[in-house]
T-cell receptor, first 111, second 116 residues
């Protein structure tokens, strides 16, 4: 599975969009980009995943560049409850679940 | 519907002892994975159980072993505890339909193990 690189920390004002970047320049054609987040003292929580098209669900949007070397997770209206560590993971299709977590990005949403 | 549950929530052991951690998967899930999360680090994959067998294993020594029961619940055993085994141990469950590319794992709250 490809290595991913994320900034260690970011701040965002409450109510504004939070844009979390992820680089995965060695991603292969069959690897999906998954995002999880971990709120303090809880287990990680799935947010969204995608292959090459942009994806949106009730939690967030995922924008993947055309060359698939990077992606951005967008939380459209960040709240204080979105303060967490966000992990970007490349996962091959057919991989049954060995998630490789990096250091992630600590997002601090401020009032 | 209960999500993934783990027990105990906290545990204190001394070096050299053995420990067993337990996990009950989310209803309908048949696969259980275990992760170790040291303070300030991302979770590290230990192993995964499916159909009562270890299907994948991460880079952990044989002191770490596991088991999956017919009801899909699972145990993680660690022998000869070291100070460095102090961590949050997370259990995750999933069900991947044949041919599906969707692999969402549901994590439990974890067991905090402290080795003194």
């Amino acid at each position: 599975d490809a290595k991913t690189t994320q900034p260690p920390s970011m701040d965002c004002a409450e109510g504004r969009a939070a844009n979390l970047p992820c680089n995965h320049s060695t991603i292969s054609g069959n690897e999906y980009v998954y995002w999880y987040r971990q709120i303090h003292s809880q287990g990680p929580q799935y947010i969204i995943h995608g292959l090459k098209n942009n994806e949106t669900n009730e939690m967030a949007s995922l924008i993947i560049t055309e060359d698939r070397k990077s992606s951005t997770l967008i939380l459209p209206h960040a709240t204080l409850r979105d303060t967490a560590v966000y992990y970007c993971i490349a996962l091959a299709s057919g991989n049954t679940g060995k998630l490789i977590f990096g250091q992630g990005t600590t997002l601090q949403v401020k009032p | 519907d209960a999500g993934v549950t783990q027990s105990p929530t906290h545990l204190i052991k001394t070096r050299g002892q053995q420990v067993t951690l337990r996990c009950s998967p989310k209803s309908g899930h048949d696969t259980v994975s275990w992760y170790q999360q040291a303070l300030g680090q991302g979770p590290q994959f230990i192993f995964q159980y499916y159909e009562e067998e270890e299907r994948q294993r991460g880079n952990f020594p044989d002191r770490f072993s596991g088991h999956q029961f017919p009801n899909y619940s699972s145990e993680l055993n660690v022998n000869a505890l070291l100070l460095g085994d102090s961590a949050l141990y997370l259990c995750a469950s999933s069900f991947v339909a044949t041919g599906s590319t969707y692999n969402e794992q549901f994590f439990g709250p974890g067991t905090r193990l402290t080795v003194l």
